[in-house]
């Protein structure tokens, strides 16, 4: 196997073990798993040779701080969780430079805004209630971000990236399942199909790497 490849299976296994841990609620094997899986997705990248154009290196920095978001959100406490979301917020803007980078039909990419907008409404007023004042400007301003990440994915798309959509459309709905067992306590299975989700985006990120 090339070193790009086992990385993949490094990751694929870690979060195999993560899910073990998810669901056995073994915290320990999680400080061990997740940031293996984390690590494993950025070291695609790096030995698919994200390092030699702009485009890759700025994929290699949004995912290095999915890596710390990552770490962060294993604690409980509301502080970690903020600076994790704060992590993954600048990652996603990382993700957004480089959609730019790579290319983007701006015809469909703010027409696609225009709908994703609402649904973002939606997603908030569905999700405050539940969400501790402190953390409210947080999490609007990550929904406007992610909503933005995935429009301009949708202009990518429109020019022929259709893997890089597909990678985006997975962390948006990942990001969702966060929120979901976040402020509404969601339990094992919403986690069961969203952390997997989230790494097989980043693993695709990683490996479609040269743009």
Same mark, same amino acid.
């Given at each position: 196997?090339?070193p790009?490849v086992i &990385?993949?299976?490094?990751c694929?296994?870690?979060?195999?073990?993560?899910?073990?841990?998810?669901?056995?609620?073994?915290?320990?094997?999680?400080?061990?798993?997740?940031?293996?899986?984390?690590g494993?997705?950025?070291?695609t990248?790096?030995?698919?040779? &994200?390092?030699a @154009?702009s485009?890759g290196?700025?994929?290699?920095?949004?995912l290095?701080?999915?890596?710390?978001?990552?770490?962060?959100?294993?604690?409980k406490?509301?502080? @970690?969780?903020?600076?994790?979301?704060?992590?993954?917020?600048?990652?996603?803007?990382?993700f957004?430079?480089?959609f730019?980078?790579?290319?983007?039909?701006?015809?469909?990419?703010?027409? @696609?805004?225009l709908?994703?907008?609402?649904?973002?409404?939606?997603?908030g007023?569905?999700?405050?209630?539940?969400?501790?004042?402190?953390l409210?400007?947080?999490?609007?301003?990550?929904?406007?971000?992610?909503?933005t990440?995935?429009?301009?994915?949708?202009?990518v798309? /429109?020019?022929?990236?259709?893997?890089?959509?597909? /990678?985006?459309l997975?962390?948006?709905a990942s990001?969702? @399942?966060?929120?979901?067992?976040?402020?509404?306590? &969601?339990?094992?299975?919403?986690? &069961?199909?969203?952390?997997?989700?989230?790494?097989?985006?980043?693993?695709?990120?990683?490996?479609?790497v040269?743009?």
């Amino acid at each position: 196997m090339t070193p790009p490849v086992i &990385a993949v299976v490094v990751c694929l296994v870690a979060i195999a073990l993560l899910l073990v841990a998810e669901l056995k609620q073994l915290v320990w094997l999680k400080w061990i798993a997740k940031p293996i899986a984390s690590g494993a997705f950025v070291a695609t990248a790096i030995l698919r040779g &994200a390092l030699a @154009s702009s485009y890759g290196t700025v994929i290699v920095v949004a995912l290095g701080l999915g890596l710390v978001g990552d770490v962060l959100l294993i604690p409980k406490s509301k502080k @970690s969780f903020l600076l994790g979301i704060l992590a993954f917020l600048l990652g996603h803007v990382g993700f957004c430079v480089a959609f730019v980078i790579f290319g983007v039909d701006w015809r469909f990419a703010v027409g @696609s805004l225009l709908v994703l907008a609402p649904l973002g409404v939606v997603v908030g007023r569905w999700l405050m209630p539940s969400v501790p004042d402190k953390l409210r400007g947080a999490v609007v301003a990550y929904i406007t971000v992610i909503s933005t990440m995935l429009a301009l994915a949708i202009g990518v798309e /429109a020019n022929g990236a259709h893997v890089l959509f597909g /990678a985006a459309l997975l962390f948006y709905a990942s990001d969702l @399942s966060v929120a979901m067992d976040r402020f509404k306590e &969601a339990g094992f299975w919403n986690r &069961a199909w969203g952390l997997p989700a989230y790494f097989i985006a980043q693993l695709l990120f990683a490996w479609f790497v040269t743009g």
